[in-house]
């Protein structure tokens, strides 16, 4: 089972547009992370950002976290082709440390 | 500094056969993680490995067994291979148990016809 859901399932823009990716999640969580993956190959951790913290920036990366709502956002702005890849959120909670992953976002980011 | 090494790159088996994937984590971390990850959806974590013993299992069938060697790296082995096991492997390292960030490998994709 899958604890994140990212929507859009599939994103498509210009380069030099900003790219926005969410994250919903079920249950109570420790932390979440953004990962990147490009054209089915490891994954490569972007940034991770804790229960109690609401937003976080890391380069052209913002991840912002709703626990209200148990969602999350993650923006990359001013997106490069370089950026094309899929991109997944991952919670840890219930006093385990292994990241559950969500389906993913497809991003295409055209030159 | 190496990081997370996974062998071979491709494997194409038939239903039935069994088959061991490799991995050798980043330098400096004693713990490995795998997933299975099918096409079109996110990681499924398989289990874990820390001194040389499994800590925690994800939802796969006993046909998933693992190993953790002295030097820390590991193989996954699945046995009995099912057309559903088509997947990308993927091998994950930490320093520890307690660790939510994980460093991954570039996986073992297996084809089973």
């Known amino acids: 089972s899958q604890q994140g859901e990212e929507d859009p399932q599939a994103l498509s823009i210009q380069e030099g547009e900003n790219a926005t990716m969410n994250c919903s999640y079920k249950?109570?969580?420790?932390?979440l992370q953004w990962y990147r993956q490009n054209s089915g190959r490891g994954l490569v951790h972007l940034i991770l950002?804790?229960?109690?913290?609401r937003e976080k920036h890391s380069g052209r990366l913002r991840v912002t976290l709703d626990t209200s709502k148990k969602s999350s956002s993650l923006l990359i702005t001013a997106s490069r082709a370089a950026d094309t890849a899929s991109y997944f959120c991952?919670?840890?909670?219930?006093?385990?440390?292994?990241?559950?992953f969500g389906r993913g976002t497809s991003l295409i980011v055209h030159p | 500094d190496a990081g997370v090494t996974q062998s071979p790159t491709h494997l194409i088996k038939t239903r039935g056969q069994q088959v061991t994937l490799r991995c050798s984590p980043k330098?400096?971390?004693?713990?490995v993680s795998w997933y299975q990850q099918a096409l079109g959806q996110g990681p499924q974590f398989i289990f874990q490995y820390y001194e040389e013993e499994e800590r925690q299992r994800g939802n796969f069938p006993d046909r998933f067994s693992g190993h953790q060697f002295p030097n820390y790296s590991s193989e996954l082995n699945v046995n009995a291979l099912l057309l559903g096991d088509s997947a990308l492997y993927l091998c994950?390292?930490?320093?520890?148990?307690?660790?939510?960030?994980?460093?991954f490998g570039p996986g073992t994709r297996l084809l089973v016809l």
């Open positions: 249950t109570s969580i420790n932390n």
């Open positions: 950002i804790r229960s109690n913290e």
């Open positions: 991952a919670t840890t909670g219930g006093g385990s440390y292994i990241p559950t």
């Open positions: 994950a390292s930490s320093f520890g148990t307690a660790k939510e960030t994980q460093y």
């Open positions: 330098s400096g971390h004693d713990t």
